[in-house]
């Protein structure tokens, strides 16, 4: 997986690399971004910097794959995709995806998304791929389903951060 890059007609999905800190850090310091996720915004360049190492880390033990999202034409990050929380035996792992505001509602994430469940099903041998969000976050729910997830059930009361409890929806998409 460490050496996995993806391109599709107008992106290139790979490796994260340090250079990489400054743009992840912006993407995810943004409170927009983080609003429907389970952990706050970044507060450090620090915090980009150790999701960085860790993403190389797991990438290079196939225990997790963590790749940028990238502009082909520019070389521009404008996010991230993931299979993570892999469970080799079961041949299934989970997707999470988040890009930069500025790129929301322009297809990234439905093209991002296509090529690494193509990329996990066709070339890792996944069987099933899962999503957990928030139910309210929309946006993610439609991504999800124009990607061919489907909507398997709700987690009532999953997550609380500071002080805000959240119910999580749960997807799935199995290989075809």
């Not at 360049?45 to 860790?54: D, G, L, V």
């Not at 993403?55 to 794959?65: G, H, I």
Request: charged letters at 25%.
């Amino acid at each position: 997986m460490a050496t996995t890059v993806i391109e599709t007609e107008r992106l290139i999905l790979k490796a994260l690399t340090k250079e990489d800190a400054r743009a992840l850090f912006a993407i995810f310091s943004d409170h927009e971004v983080m609003k429907y996720w389970n952990t706050e915004p970044w507060g450090s360049m620090e915090q980009a910097t150790c999701f960085i190492a860790k993403s190389t880390a797991t990438l290079e033990n196939n225990t997790q794959m963590t790749l940028g999202i990238y502009w082909k034409e520019t070389g521009e990050l404008l996010g991230k995709i993931m299979l993570f929380s892999y469970d080799k035996p079961s041949k299934r792992a989970e997707i999470g995806f988040g890009i930069s505001r500025r790129y929301w509602g322009k297809g990234i994430v439905s093209e991002a998304g296509q090529a690494l469940v193509e990329h996990a099903f066709n070339h890792l041998g996944l069987r099933r791929i899962e999503a957990e969000i928030d139910p309210d976050n929309i946006s993610s729910s439609k991504a999800l389903e124009r990607l061919g997830f489907e909507k398997e059930g709700v987690l009532k009361q999953r997550w609380e951060i500071n002080g805000v409890v959240s119910d999580s929806a749960i997807y799935g998409l199995l290989a075809r």
